[in-house]
């Protein structure tokens, strides 16, 4: 470990020494992955590691940060595997998901824990951001467009997919749920164009209620505008395509707001980025979120993390 990376004290010791850049605040969260919650027991150990932290620089990059150093705390439960080998190569595909990820983002690994117990995977993610630059929840007025990044209800046709014993990753679907992609560069460049941001990881319409709480404004959500993930129809059917991409949750995509002034420059900048930024509705005065067909999609509450389910 070298000062060039900001690391002037790294893994060996009891704690690790940072150094963030002038001018940026440090950008910090956590996220925890749990066997048979977040993920099937039986994933592919690369995935594992892969969305392991993908989740976590997710965080970040509705912060509008860009990704330094990350922690890894892995508990992990030797019992199902038949043998020291067999442990061994779990381990190395797990290894490996983690690391290319990490590396695709130049995030250093600073220091960790391994325990032994039920699989859980705790990744705390730290990242930089110019001083007043990050992006937050409170930001949206008004009048502000609400906007998406990508697709949305690919993790949770990803999922029906999996329990219907689909195993192939080169599916798009089981990609969107297994192999997610952080929008780091996305919110880095939406920065000083969004008014306000998160990622969605709980499902649209309950992630949507977190920043109009924030901010507190209403919606207007117009659900033929929703864009809709690879394949997604076809698995699902229209209807229930729809639903995942308002309460399916796992998309890990961008949710904003931002002045209609700056939507063509924002949808210009991630072009560059071969993403697409879709409007999907608008702020109002009225709390709450209305829109034609919104009613009768059904409750608004997403993910469930005490009960484990969705609606």
């Given at each position: 470990?070298?000062?060039?990376?900001?690391?002037?004290?790294?893994?060996?010791?009891?704690?690790?020494?940072?150094?963030?850049q002038?001018g940026?605040?440090?950008?910090?969260?956590?996220?925890t992955?749990?066997?048979?919650?977040?993920?099937?027991?039986?994933?592919?150990a690369?995935?594992?590691?892969?969305?392991?932290?993908?989740?976590?620089?997710?965080?970040?990059a509705?912060?509008?940060?860009?990704?330094?150093?990350?922690?890894?705390?892995?508990?992990?439960?030797?019992?199902?595997?038949?043998?020291?080998?067999?442990?061994?190569?779990?381990?190395?595909?797990?290894?490996?998901?983690?690391?290319?990820?990490?590396?695709?983002?130049?995030?250093t690994?600073?220091?960790?824990?391994v325990?032994?117990?039920?699989?859980?995977?705790?990744?705390?993610?730290?990242?930089?951001v110019?001083?007043?630059?990050a992006?937050?929840?409170?930001?949206?007025?008004?009048?502000?467009?609400?906007?998406?990044?990508?697709?949305l209800?690919?993790?949770?046709g990803?999922?029906?997919?999996?329990?219907?014993g689909?195993?192939?990753?080169?599916?798009?679907?089981?990609r969107?749920?297994?192999l997610p992609?952080?929008?780091?560069?996305?919110?880095?460049?939406?920065?000083g164009?969004?008014?306000?941001?998160?990622?969605?990881?709980?499902?649209?319409?309950?992630?949507?209620?977190?920043l109009?709480?924030?901010?507190?404004?209403g919606?207007?959500?117009?659900?033929?505008?929703?864009?809709?993930?690879?394949?997604l129809e076809?698995?699902l059917?229209?209807?229930?395509?729809?639903?995942?991409?308002l309460?399916?949750g796992?998309d890990?995509?961008?949710?904003i707001?931002l002045?209609?002034?700056?939507l063509?420059k924002?949808?210009?900048?991630?072009?560059?980025?071969?993403?697409?930024?879709?409007?999907?509705?608008?702020?109002?005065?009225?709390?709450?979120?209305?829109?034609?067909?919104?009613?009768?999609?059904?409750?608004?509450?997403?993910?469930?993390?005490?009960?484990?389910e969705?609606p």
């Open positions: 470990m070298t000062a060039s990376n900001g690391v002037t004290l790294g893994c060996g010791d009891d704690a690790t020494l940072l150094v963030p002038a940026q605040q440090l950008a910090v969260s956590v996220d992955s749990v066997v048979d919650v977040h993920f099937p027991y039986d994933a592919p690369f995935a594992v590691g892969h969305r392991a932290l993908a989740v976590a620089l997710s965080d970040l509705a912060m509008g940060a860009a990704s330094r150093w990350c922690l890894m705390a892995l508990t992990f439960d030797q019992r199902p595997f038949v043998n020291d080998e067999a442990t061994h190569a779990w381990l190395t595909d797990y290894a490996r998901g983690f690391h290319s990820l990490r590396q695709q983002h130049a995030t690994l600073v220091g960790g824990d325990t032994s117990g039920a699989l859980s995977i705790g990744v705390t993610v730290m990242g930089e110019p001083v007043a630059k992006l937050t929840r409170s930001g949206a007025q008004v009048g502000d467009l609400i906007a998406v990044t990508g697709a209800g690919g993790g949770a990803g999922l029906a997919l999996w329990k219907q689909e195993r192939d990753l080169a599916h798009p679907l089981l969107r749920y297994l992609e952080p929008r780091l560069a996305a919110g880095i460049a939406l920065r164009l969004a008014s306000a941001a998160l990622d969605i990881s709980d499902g649209l319409l309950a992630d949507l209620g977190h109009r709480e924030a901010s507190q404004v919606a207007e959500l117009e659900l033929a505008a929703l864009p809709l993930a690879e394949e076809r698995q059917g229209h209807k229930a395509a729809q639903q995942a991409a309460s399916g796992d890990y995509e961008l949710l707001t002045a209609p002034e700056n063509t924002a949808q210009q900048r991630l072009a560059q980025l071969g993403l697409n930024l879709t409007v999907i509705g608008q702020c109002r005065e009225a709390l709450g979120i209305s829109g034609a067909g919104i009613d009768e999609q059904g409750s608004y509450a997403g993910w469930q993390h005490f009960n484990g969705a």
